[in-house]
């Protein structure tokens, strides 16, 4: 009995393997269409120096209750009807609140739903604590080792005036596009973009417009960032975008002398509940755009990886619990919640009557603001602490489609662009100002046309000289092909 018992245990695992390695073994990628090569194109002469130019404007977005340093921001509006004299002369430019642009090329075609290019030209601080850090002036657009220094290169400069590159050379050709295109420049992303892409989201959606696909900033290319393919360059097109909400955490107890604390205080109250938040994760889950990316990414990774991709439908809670090791793994797989602001005390020894810090949830689509909420309160029962949401709130978006005609034409042009490369959907974890074109089209797509950018919102941000060229050739081709 035992034997037979063990040969069925035995005859069990060798299907089960059989069944693992077959699937593996078929486990291919999407094809793929052969494409012909991009035609020999090269940066403008004066490309480089518009680009530095743009660089040297402080267009910096604070916070949004904050009112913009008018000479930077006019000056860099200024900048560009200089720089770009056919754009300005050709496009309807339209000024939204003072400073986020909108620009209208007309096409041939007035039945072809429209399609929405976004960058936005505010820039992040550079903390005065850490400027002596950078290794070259962060605002003197400077070029060095082969590549562009200065806040806002990557995030978001390079894509406004590769963009405006693009289209001012197709102009000086008498090329007029398809379908008709619309450029938002906005000035006030990184707070929200409340009153820049928001405003013009409003505004074309009063004008009854419906886009075929919108581009925004997002992922960009890589050769180091996907475990298991370093050094082959991957192009991360998010299709979806990850929801934002902050948590304000309240607790207010008598405070008093030093010498004579109560067993319990308000800082103890919120330590302890950010505690308990920290200590507590998220379910994991492969949302529609990581399962879009496991096609994409998974038949091509060594095989014991591909092993596990193939058969997700018996391996999914290994490959979840490997990729929660790491913070840009677990941040594509659940949502997150981290601590950014604590506020309590006045003086070294005086216990504070109230204690508050402020956390941040990035909501992985499928989990919605109200629920998140509702779990947190349901992990911090003590009624002494009070949880009240704060400031901007955006919901995840769904996953867009990857066999529509935006996503098809990104594809094809990096692919064009960046020999070898593979392009594959994932699940944008930041926020960009597209998310306030969700009214208008599901169709929406976050991807900056560079490789390894450095630096972002952060230490010396830089791109390379032959990343913005690439810029400038995506754009330059995207323009050229949006039927």
Same mark, same amino acid.
């Given at each position: 009995?035992?034997? &037979? ?57 604070? %916070?949004?209750?904050?009112?913009? %340093? ?27 609140? %003072? ?6 090329? $007309?096409?041939?075609?007035?039945? =072809? ?26 605002? =003197? ?46 000035? %006030?992303?990184?707070?929200?973009? +409340? ?50 909400? &902050? ?24 330590? $302890? ?11 994991? $889950? ?121 996503? +098809? ?75």
């Amino acid at each position: 009995m035992l034997r &037979s018992v063990l040969l069925l245990l035995l005859l069990a695992t060798a299907l089960l393997g059989a069944v693992l390695v077959f699937n593996t073994l078929r486990f291919t990628p999407p094809a793929a269409v052969a494409l012909p090569p991009a035609p020999a194109l090269s940066l403008p002469d004066s490309a480089v120096s518009h680009f530095r130019q743009a660089l040297r404007f402080r267009t910096v977005s604070i %916070d949004a209750g904050a009112a913009p %340093d008018s000479s930077q921001f006019l000056g860099f509006q200024r900048f560009l009807q200089r720089a770009y004299p056919r754009v300005h002369a050709q496009l309807k430019r339209e000024v939204i609140n %003072d400073y986020t642009l909108l620009y209208t090329w $007309q096409g041939r075609d007035a039945q =072809a739903a429209p399609a929405v290019l976004m960058a936005h030209y505010d820039v992040v601080p550079v903390e005065a604590s850490t400027a002596a850090q950078w290794t070259h002036d962060p605002w =003197a657009g400077q070029v060095q080792q082969g590549r562009v220094w200065g806040r806002g290169a990557v995030d978001n400069k390079a894509n406004v005036t590769a963009l405006l590159e693009a289209a001012e050379d197709l102009l000086g050709n008498n090329y007029q596009p398809a379908r008709t295109l619309y450029f938002v420049f906005g000035h %006030d992303e990184e707070v929200g973009g +409340q009153r820049g892409a928001k405003a013009v989201a409003q505004l074309l959606q009063q004008r009854g417009v419906k886009p075929e696909f919108v581009l925004d900033e997002g992922g960009f290319v890589t050769t180091d960032r996907v475990p298991g393919l370093q050094g082959t360059p991957v192009a991360l097109i998010g299709t979806a975008e990850k929801g934002y909400l &902050s948590l304000e955490l309240t607790a207010d107890l008598a405070g008093g002398h030093s010498s004579i604390p109560e067993a319990v205080t308000a800082t103890d109250l919120v330590a $302890q509940a950010l505690v308990t938040l920290r200590g507590h994760n998220f379910p994991a $889950q492969f949302t529609p755009s990581m399962q879009d990316f496991a096609a994409h990414i998974g038949p091509r990774l060594p095989f014991v990886q591909r092993l596990a991709f193939a058969n997700a439908w018996l391996l999914r809670p290994l490959i979840l619990k490997t990729y929660q090791k790491t913070a840009s793994g677990a941040a594509a797989v659940r949502t997150t919640l981290v601590p950014t602001i604590m506020q309590a005390g006045v003086k070294d020894n005086v216990v504070p009557t109230r204690a508050s810090a402020t956390v941040n949830l990035r909501l992985l689509p499928g989990t919605s603001s109200a629920e998140a909420v509702a779990q947190v309160r349901a992990l911090l029962p003590d009624a002494r602490v009070r949880v009240t949401p704060v400031g901007t709130i955006s919901e995840p978006s769904p996953a867009a489609p990857t066999a529509a005609l935006g996503y +098809q034409r990104i594809e094809q042009e990096i692919r064009r662009q960046v020999p070898g490369v593979i392009p594959t959907p994932f699940l944008f974890v930041a926020l960009s100002d597209s998310r306030h074109f969700q009214p208008l089209t599901g169709r929406i797509y976050k991807f900056s046309p560079m490789t390894n950018p450095a630096g972002l919102h952060g230490l010396n941000e830089s791109l390379s000289l032959a990343s913005y060229e690439q810029c400038y050739g995506f754009y330059r081709g995207l323009l050229g092909a949006t039927e």
